[in-house]
């Protein structure tokens, strides 16, 4: 129920971005070819524009600049700019990747001006998007008078919502309650539910939200009918909404609605396959690639460095908390504390290797045969010990919520610095709430985005890897 115009916000800002993107190139092409049509048919040319445009996506998702278009404030215009310079960083380092192929054509010059054209095509048109959104004269924030029947708790934390603007798009003009005590804003109290009908035909009120509990049923039933004859839109704020802390899923058991408490995209069979899909190829690229080279580097290095086996195992918590062997290159010194007791910052165990695998991240290589084997994914909630399993499921009501979906090797809490020890109660539920917000978020192109800023603070080294 947020601004009803959000999809269309959606839809035009990424048409017009995708539209400015290839008339930027398609006309420093044609202006350094002195041509108008033959690009069509340049074999050399098509992909690269396919491959701007699909960085583009890729940039867009990493930033989620298309999340909150209808916003009107500065981190909007950041977001933006945020987009531009990550775009152009990924084109520099695709052509520096590709450098020696037949790419002959994308000249300096060409990237440069085709680049500066989109940014200034960009910016002019951002500007003139939002400038339009704080216009309260145009159609696209013309508002609707609605009015909530029912001074439930429902319907005043629905006046909450109107009142904090998160729902845009409405003039809320104010109650209908049997109970006046029961509207906090007295202002805002309207009349009994028998005056209803009559308040909103004479004041032109065009959606009614109702908050009345179940056990007035007949009165629901005659606002609803009264509000089918006369035209007027009629929406139910249930009663246990208060269950339903983030968005809910609603599907039809025969003609019975039912409510299932959360999304969860890796439900729908489609998704599953996707997903398994691309966990196969990227481990086998990996193995194939990395491994097979570096494997005997760094198991020589560990020989060399302490005593004890090169890989590290350890059961863990699976999918359905059924447990699995997760393995690692071992990077401490072997002891009886090594599969009980987690790292700590400056831990003895950690050798010198062992250090500069756990930054890089470089020990986590060997579980890619874990994804294959299909017990856990690249991207999904880092796998526990079983015996933290055991012991934040008493303490954390959502805590088993993540073993809905397999675990990853790296994830949404990882990328956001919620790594490493868990020295409290509350820095775990941080985890477990960044976890859950992923297995409601899923999308194939979050997985990427996760990827990217995996590989970027691998390089780049994270405080809480120790």
């Not at 009803?4 to 990424?14: A, D, S, T």
């Not at 193995?287 to 195992?313: D, H, N, Y």
């Not at 890089?360 to 526990?384: A, C, K």
């Amino acid at each position: 129920m947020v601004h009803r115009y959000k999809q269309f916000h959606n839809v035009i800002n990424i048409t017009l971005d995708y539209l400015l993107l290839n008339l930027s190139l398609i006309v420093v092409y044609n202006y350094f070819n002195h041509t108008l049509i033959s690009w069509v048919n340049n074999q050399s040319y098509l992909p690269i524009v396919l491959v701007f445009n699909l960085l583009w996506l890729l940039s867009s998702n990493i930033t989620s600049l298309y999340n909150n278009v209808s916003d009107i404030d500065l981190k909007v215009y950041r977001n933006v700019a945020k987009t531009y310079l990550l775009y152009l960083g990924l084109i520099c380092f695709i052509l520096l990747a590709m450098s020696g192929t037949k790419t002959h054509f994308i000249s300096k010059e060409y990237l440069f001006y085709s680049m500066s054209l989109f940014g200034i095509f960009l910016g002019i048109w951002k500007i003139g998007f939002f400038a339009i959104r704080k216009s309260d004269k145009v159609l696209m924030n013309n508002s609707r008078n609605a009015i909530i029947v029912g001074a439930s708790r429902a319907g005043n934390e629905l006046y909450n919502q109107f009142n904090n603007k998160v729902l845009k798009g409405y003039n809320l003009l104010g109650f209908f309650d049997d109970e006046p005590s029961r509207v906090s804003p007295k202002h805002l109290y309207l009349g009994n539910t028998s005056l209803c009908m009559d308040y909103v035909l004479k004041n032109n009120v065009e959606e009614i939200f109702c908050a009345l509990p179940y056990s007035e049923h007949k009165t629901i039933e005659r606002l609803m009918s009264d509000s089918d004859k006369n035209l007027i839109r009629f929406k139910i704020v249930p009663e246990y909404h208060e269950y339903f802390k983030n968005t809910s899923y609603l599907q039809n058991l025969g003609n019975i609605p039912i409510l299932t408490v959360r999304a969860e995209p890796l439900e729908n069979i489609v998704n599953r396959i996707v997903k398994r899909a691309f966990d196969i190829m990227f481990s086998l690229g990996v193995i194939i690639f990395l491994f097979t080279w570096l494997f005997p580097i760094i198991a020589i290095l560990i020989k060399l460095g302490s005593k004890g086996p090169v890989f590290f195992k350890q059961k863990r918590s699976g999918r359905d908390n059924h447990s699995f062997t997760c393995y690692k290159f071992r990077s401490m010194r072997k002891d009886n504390k090594t599969e009980h007791v987690q790292a700590t910052k400056g831990d003895a165990r950690v050798t010198k290797l062992g250090a500069f695998m756990r930054k890089t991240s470089i020990d986590e290589l060997p579980q890619f045969f874990n994804v294959l084997i299909g017990n856990m994914s690249i991207v999904g909630p880092r796998p526990h010990m079983l015996s933290h399993t055991e012991q934040y499921s008493q303490l954390i009501d959502q805590f088993m919520v993540r073993h809905f979906m397999k675990p990853g090797i790296t994830g949404w809490a990882q990328i956001n610095g919620l790594r490493g020890e868990t020295k409290t109660t509350e820095a775990m539920l941080e985890r477990v709430e960044a976890d859950v917000w992923y297995l409601e978020n899923w999308t194939f192109l979050l997985d990427l985005r996760i990827i990217a800023l995996t590989f970027w603070k691998s390089a780049t080294g994270d405080k809480n890897a120790y």
